[in-house]
C-alpha cells in the first residue's frame, strides 16, 4: 500500500468494531446464501456481524442491532422476496440508512431473486407485505399515528436503498452462485477500506524512520519475530507503529493492532480485556467469552496456530502486559512479527528483542516543514510569521506532538495573538503537550524517582552530572538507579561531555508540575528556580519578619 494512499485512508477511519454488518431476512435466506456470505466474508478477514451468531439470549436485541450497526464500517443488505414482510428487517434498514447519512457508512444492497425497481416502488411481494402494513395500521386505532410515521420511513427506506445500485443475484446455479459471492466480498472491500489504522496527516520524515521496520516485516520468513520501537512521550513512536502496519498488514494471514494498551491498566480485568479485543481482531471479529487470564492464553493459543500472524502492541508500560503475548510468541506461526511501541526502555530487556528502533526528534527542516501544515496548512511559513515560526521550531526542540498541537493552535491566529502565545508558552507548557509527557513521571517507581526528576528539572539541566551526582547524593537520592530509571523512560539522557541533557518539552512539564503546587503563591512551592519567584518570596519573608521584630518591640 503506498504511503499516499495510507494516509488518504486513514482520514475515513472510524473506530468500529465490525467491518461488515449483515441485514437478512432470517426464514429466507438465513440457512442458504446468507450462511454462505458469511462463511465467505470471515474466511475473507472481514469482521462480520450476523445476528445469530452475535447477540446472546437475554440481551436488548433492539438495542444490541442498533450498536452493532452504529459499530461496523459497511452493511451488506440482502433484500429477498419476504424481507420487507419483517417489521425488524425494516427497523434494521432505517438504522443503517441514518448511519450512512450522519456517518458515512457504506452500504452494498443485493437484490436476492427480486427486482430493485419491486423494491423501490414497493411492488410484487413487497406491495404484499405493505398491504398487510396498512391493515395492522387500521387495526391499532391506540397509536395508529406513531405506525403511520414508522410505515412511511419504510417506504423511503426502501426506496432510497434500491436508488443505490447494487448487485442482482437471478437464476443463478450454485458454481455462479460462489463466483456472485466472490464478487460481492471483493466489492464490500474496495467500499470499506478494511484494515487501514486511523493516522495523523502530514507523515513528515516517516519513511526514513520507518525504514528498517518495513524491511524486517516484508522479511517474512523464519522464526517468530520481535520489535520494539521506543522513544520519549509525543515522538511518534505510535505513528510509526500505525504506519508500517498499514502498510504491511496484507502480507499476513491474521492482523490486530491492540492500540493504547495502557489504558487496559485502568480495567479491573485490564489483562482480559486487552485478550478479548486481540481474539476478535485475530477471529475477524467473533464474539468470544474470556473469563481469566489463563482462558484467554489457551484460546489465543487455538486461535494463532498454524497462521503467520502481525501484532502490533501500541503503548506497552508494564511487564505483565508484555508477559501475557511474548510469553506465547513460540505458538505464533513461524514468519510471524511482533511490534512493541513503548517509552519505557528497560522493559524490552527482560525479552529477547530481534531489533529496537528508537525513534529521533525531527532535524529543524523536518521540524518547519510539519509546523508550517499544522499552522498555515501548507509546507513552509507565510513569509511574515517566518520568525515566529522559527521561536516555535526552536521552542519544541524536534517534538512532534508539540510541532502540530502548537501549530494548531495558532493557525489562523493574528501575529500579535502568535507573539502573546509564544510568550505564555515560554512560561507555561502548551497543556496537551505536558500532559502526554507526564504519563512518563506518573510511571516512575516511587516518589523517590519522581522527586529526583523534579530536581533535576528545576535545577541541573545542562550540568556536569558528577557534580549533580554528588550534589543530590547529599540530599539522600539514591542517584545511580534513580537517574538510570529516568533514563530508561526517556525523561533526560547524559551527553558525550558528560551533561545532563533534557527536553526542553520536558523540563517544562516537570516544572509546570511545581507550579501548579501554588500557581499564585511561589512561597508555597516546593522548588523555586525563577529569580523573579525568588525575590518575591524573600522579600514576602524579609517584611514578615521585620514585622514579627516591630510587634515583639510593642508587646
Known amino acids: 500500500m503506498a504511503y499516499e494512499q495510507v494516509q488518504e485512508a ?24 446468507t450462511n454462505q456470505l458469511y462463511e465467505a466474508l470471515v474466511d475473507e478477514g472481514l469482521r462480520t456481524f450476523k445476528d445469530d451468531n452475535e447477540i446472546e439470549r437475554g440481551e436488548n436485541i433492539n438495542s444490541e442491532l442498533d450498536k452493532a450497526i452504529h459499530q461496523s464500517k459497511g452493511s451488506v443488505i440482502v433484500l429477498s422476496q419476504n424481507y420487507a414482510s419483517s417489521s425488524w428487517c425494516l427497523d434494521e434498514l432505517v438504522m443503517i440508512l441514518e448511519n450512512n447519512k450522519n456517518r458515512g457508512h457504506v452500504i452494498l444492497p443485493v437484490f436476492y431473486y427480486v427486482d430493485s425497481s419491486d423494491v423501490e416502488n414497493q411492488l410484487g411481494s413487497f406491495a404484499i407485505a405493505f398491504a398487510r402494513h396498512e391493515k395492522k395500521l387500521l387495526e391499532n386505532s391506540e397509536d395508529n399515528q406513531a405506525w403511520a410515521k414508522r410505515v412511511e420511513g419504510w417506504r423511503k427506506g426502501l426506496k432510497e436503498v434500491a ?42 520524515g516517516i519513511d526514513s524512520r520507518a525504514k528498517d521496520l518495513n524491511l524486517w516485516l516484508k522479511n517474512g520468513t523464519g522464526t517468530v519475530s520481535v520489535a520494539g520501537v521506543c522513544g520519549m512521550g509525543g515522538i511518534g513512536k505510535t505513528t510509526i507503529a500505525k504506519y508500517v502496519f498499514n502498510v504491511n498488514y496484507e502480507n499476513f494471514e491474521r492482523s490486530s493492532f491492540l492500540g493504547n494498551i495502557r489504558q487496559y491498566s485502568e480495567y479491573e480485568d485490564g489483562l482480559i480485556h486487552m485478550q478479548k479485543q486481540f481474539l476478535a481482531d485475530i477471529l475477524r471479529g467473533q464474539k468470544t467469552k474470556v473469563q481469566s487470564i489463563d482462558e484467554g492464553i489457551y484460546q489465543i493459543k487455538a486461535a494463532v496456530y498454524g497462521k503467520r500472524v502481525l501484532v502490533v502492541l501500541d503503548g506497552i508500560d508494564r511487564l505483565e502486559q508484555l508477559d501475557a503475548f511474548l510469553g506465547m510468541r513460540d505458538w505464533f506461526h513461524p514468519g510471524s512479527r511482533i511490534i512493541i511501541s513503548t517509552r519505557h526502555s528497560e522493559l524490552l530487556r527482560a525479552y529477547e528483542i530481534d531489533m529496537v528502533n528508537m525513534v529521533d526528534k525531527l532535524s529543524k527542516e523536518e521540524s518547519f516543514e510539519l509546523f508550517s501544515w499544522h499552522a498555515f496548512g501548507k509546507s513552509q511559513p507565510i513569509e511574515h510569521y517566518k520568525q515566529l515560526s522559527e521561536r516555535v521550531v526552536k521552542h519544541c526542540e524536534g517534538l512532534p506532538l508539540a510541532l502540530q498541537l502548537v501549530g494548531s493552535s495558532l493557525s489562523g491566529k493574528d501575529v500579535d495573538v502568535w507573539e502573546s502565545a509564544l510568550s505564555k508558552l515560554e512560561a507555561i507548557p502548551n497543556s496537551h503537550v505536558a500532559k502526554k509527557l507526564k504519563v512518563s513521571y506518573d510511571s516512575l517507581q516511587d516518589d523517590h524517582d519522581q522527586n529526583l526528576f523534579l530536581d533535576v528539572a528545576c535545577f541541573f539541566v545542562a550540568k556536569n552530572i558528577n557534580i549533580v551526582a554528588t550534589v543530590l547524593e547529599g540530599c ?20 558525550q561531555n558528560e551533561k545532563v541533557v533534557m527536553h526542553q518539552s520536558v523540563r517544562a512539564m516537570g516544572r509546570e508540575i511545581v507550579r501548579q503546587e501554588s500557581t499564585r503563591d511561589p512561597g508555597k512551592r516546593t522548588r523555586l528556580w525563577h529569580y523573579k519567584d525568588c525575590i518575591k518570596v524573600l522579600n514576602e519573608k524579609k517584611v514578615r519578619s521585620m514585622l514579627y521584630v516591630r510587634l515583639s518591640h510593642i508587646g
Open 10 to 33: 486513514s482520514k475515513f477511519r472510524s473506530k468500529c468494531i465490525y467491518d461488515v454488518f449483515l441485514s437478512f431476512r432470517g426464514e429466507d435466506t438465513r440457512k442458504t446464501f
Open 163 to 204: 436508488s443505490l445500485g447494487g448487485m442482482t443475484l437471478q437464476g443463478q446455479n450454485e458454481r455462479n452462485k460462489t463466483k456472485f459471492i466472490e464478487k460481492i466480498i471483493k466489492v464490500i472491500e474496495e467500499k470499506i477500506n478494511r484494515s487501514v489504522i486511523g493516522i495523523a496527516p502530514y507523515l513528515i
Open 476 to 495: 539522600g537520592y539514591y542517584v545511580i538507579v534513580g537517574i538510570q530509571n529516568l533514563i530508561d523512560r526517556f525523561l533526560l539522557t547524559i551527553d
